[in-house]
């Protein structure tokens, strides 16, 4: 019963390089999101996708790009890494019926 | 845009007693869905309780209970007979119902005290 999944948990990034969050589900939701979370703070939506090949951009989405070309993945890629992209990655998807997100376990990531 | 406001960055209850965490939203539309998540120190985000807008029945669930107010646009979360695992960070959330955008508020941490 994996829900959603998200790879890596951990990450050390030097300022400049990039890498690419992985987000998978298995629930067959057509929504789906990815959100930042810094130190004490809310959620704050980077991108969202309604479908398999849409997407769009949430409130923070500089910096950062998607992608969805199957319903289970939603990769996030980040370019040149800044420091102020340290943060924790939430992924998730949402159940059309209901309207409730469900949450990968989050990814922290660094930036030094 | 839709906002979600939560006035009370920390609130503190005694173990048994009763804590309400409150929640307004801003939205110019009519049918939506209102939820309260829970953020325990692993990180994981757990739904709480759910309430549709349309719905004039307030939502319960076990101790959990919300007291919608759609004219006043106020969610406010109510715990009973808290409970120490009740402790995290507990976050409002306002959802569209088209689902093309899913707004948080900032969160309220709560602490239980044994």
């Known amino acids: 019963n994996a829900g959603v999944t998200q790879t890596p948990k951990f990450r050390i990034l030097k300022i400049g390089q990039s890498m690419t969050l992985q987000c998978a589900q298995d629930m067959n939701h057509n929504y789906m999101y990815w959100y930042r979370q810094d130190p004490g703070m809310g959620l704050k939506l980077i991108y969202y996708s309604v479908g398999a090949g849409i997407t769009d951009k949430g409130e923070v989405p500089n910096g950062y790009n998607v992608s969805r070309s199957t319903t289970e993945d939603f990769p996030l890629r980040l370019e040149l890494a800044a420091p102020s992209q340290t943060s924790v990655y939430f992924c998730?998807?949402?159940?059309?019926?209901?309207?409730?997100?469900?949450f990968g376990e989050g990814s922290r990531l660094t930036v030094l | 845009a839709q906002t979600v406001t939560q006035s009370q960055p920390e609130m503190s209850v005694q173990e048994a007693e009763t804590v309400t965490l409150s929640c307004t939203y801003d939205?110019?539309?009519?049918?939506?869905?209102l939820f309260w998540y829970k953020q325990p120190p692993s990180r994981q985000m757990i739904l709480v309780i759910r309430?549709?807008?349309?719905?004039?029945q307030n939502a319960t669930e076990n101790r959990f209970s919300v007291n919608f107010q759609k004219a006043a646009k106020s969610f406010s979360l109510k715990i009973s007979d808290s409970q120490l695992g009740d402790a995290a960070m507990y976050f409002c959330?306002?959802?569209?119902?088209?689902?093309?955008?899913?707004?948080f508020g900032t969160g309220t941490s709560l602490t239980v005290i044994p």
């Open positions: 939205t110019s539309e009519s049918d939506y869905y």
């Open positions: 309430q549709e807008a349309y719905k004039q």
């Open positions: 959330a306002y959802d569209r119902r088209t689902g093309n955008q899913f707004y």
């Open positions: 998730a998807s949402r159940m059309a019926y209901t309207g409730e997100l469900f």
